[in-house]
Structure formats: structure tokens, C-alpha cells
């Protein structure tokens, strides 16, 4: 990866990679749904879940550095969710997840 885009990604907010990929599915025909408030649920869920022609993809969005929780953990390997983080936007793999 080029050091610019390295800056870029350890410096891009959860946040920021939570809209570029909400974007980017829905412009690929996905179905996007991600719980603003998750206070009154059950903790590990993945950030995303997204739906399209009968496939349904779970993806946890974590920062560079973000580490995930124990219940993150357990949804993980459960569901097979997705792990992506800013880098994996840049050199295009949650991309070509999405396609």
C-alpha cells in the first residue's frame, strides 16, 4: 500500500469507513441496515448487515487499531461475519466482497 494511503487508513474513523461501505453496497444493489442504537440488544452483533438476491453478509467495521469483544469474537466465528477495516477498503477487498 503507498504511504499515503497508509496515513489515510490508520487515521480514517470507524465512521468514516461505516459510510464509505454503506455507499459502496448500496450503490452494488445491497440492502444495508445498521442499528444506530444497540444499547437495548444483545452485544456482538456485527456494525452491518447487508442482503442482496438471497445472500446475506454480517461485516464488523473496526478502525486500524479496533479490537473486537468478546461477544464481537463469538459472532465472528458463529456467523463468519466479516472483519474489515480501513486498509481493506483502499487495496479493494471489501469491495470485491460486495460484488
Not at 499515503?4 to 459510510?19: H, I
Not at 444483545?42 to 456494525?47: A, F, Q, T, V
Not at 468478546?70 to 479493494?92: F, N, T, Y
Amino acid at each position: 500500500m503507498p504511504s499515503g494511503a497508509k496515513v489515510l487508513s490508520a487515521s480514517m474513523s470507524e465512521r468514516e469507513l461505516q459510510e464509505h461501505v454503506v455507499s459502496m453496497a448500496k450503490a452494488l444493489g445491497w440492502l444495508v441496515n445498521h442499528a444506530w442504537d444497540s444499547r437495548r440488544s444483545e452485544s456482538g452483533l456485527p456494525d452491518l448487515v447487508c442482503a442482496r438476491r438471497g445472500t446475506v453478509l454480517l461485516a464488523e467495521l473496526k478502525t486500524e487499531r479496533g479490537t473486537l469483544s468478546p461477544a464481537q469474537w463469538e459472532w465472528q466465528h458463529a456467523a463468519k461475519a466479516e472483519l474489515w477495516r480501513p486498509a481493506d477498503l483502499l487495496d479493494g477487498t471489501i469491495e470485491r466482497a460486495l460484488r
